[in-house]
C-alpha cells in the first residue's frame, strides 16, 4: 500500500483529504506544522506529500526544499489558496513538485491527481 503524508494545518482541509485518500486505501499520515512535516519525511517516508504553503513554523517551500535535499524522488503535490499564487506556483515547480492544486478544490479532483502521480 502506498503511504501519503499530509501537511496541512487546516482541520477541515487535512480531514477531508485524509478521509478521501484513506477510502482510496492508501496510508495516511496527518501533520499541522513544517516542523512536524519534516519529521514526518524521515520518519514515515512517504510515496507522495501533499503540503500547503502557509504554515506555522516552515512554510510549504521550506518543506519542498527539505523533500528534495532528502527525498528527492518522492513526488510533492502542494495546495494552496495564497493570493500570489502564480509566483508560488513558479517557485514550486521549479523546485520540482509534481502538481499544484489551488484551494478550494474538489476532492475527488484531488484522488484523481494522487492516483495518477502515485502509480
Do not use: C, W
Not at 516552515?58 to 519542498?64: A, H, L, P, Q, V
Request: charged content about 30%; overall charge negative; cysteine-free.
Amino acid at each position: 500500500m502506498k503511504k501519503i503524508l499530509i501537511i496541512e494545518d487546516d482541520l477541515l482541509i487535512s480531514s477531508l483529504v485524509e478521509f478521501r485518500l484513506k477510502k482510496d486505501g492508501y496510508i495516511t499520515h496527518l501533520v499541522q506544522d513544517g516542523n512536524e512535516g519534516t519529521k514526518a519525511i524521515e520518519s514515515f517516508d512517504p510515496d507522495l506529500i501533499i503540503t500547503d504553503v502557509m504554515m506555522p513554523f516552515k512554510s510549504g517551500i521550506e518543506i519542498i526544499h527539505y523533500a528534495r535535499k532528502n527525498k528527492p524522488d518522492t513526488p510533492i503535490i502542494v495546495l494552496s489558496s495564497l493570493g500570489e499564487e502564480e509566483k508560488i506556483v513558479l517557485e514550486a515547480f521549479n523546485l520540482g513538485v509534481a502538481d499544484f492544486i489551488p484551494k478550494p478544490f474538489n476532492p475527488n479532483e484531488l484522488a484523481i491527481r494522487v492516483k495518477r502521480i502515485i502509480r
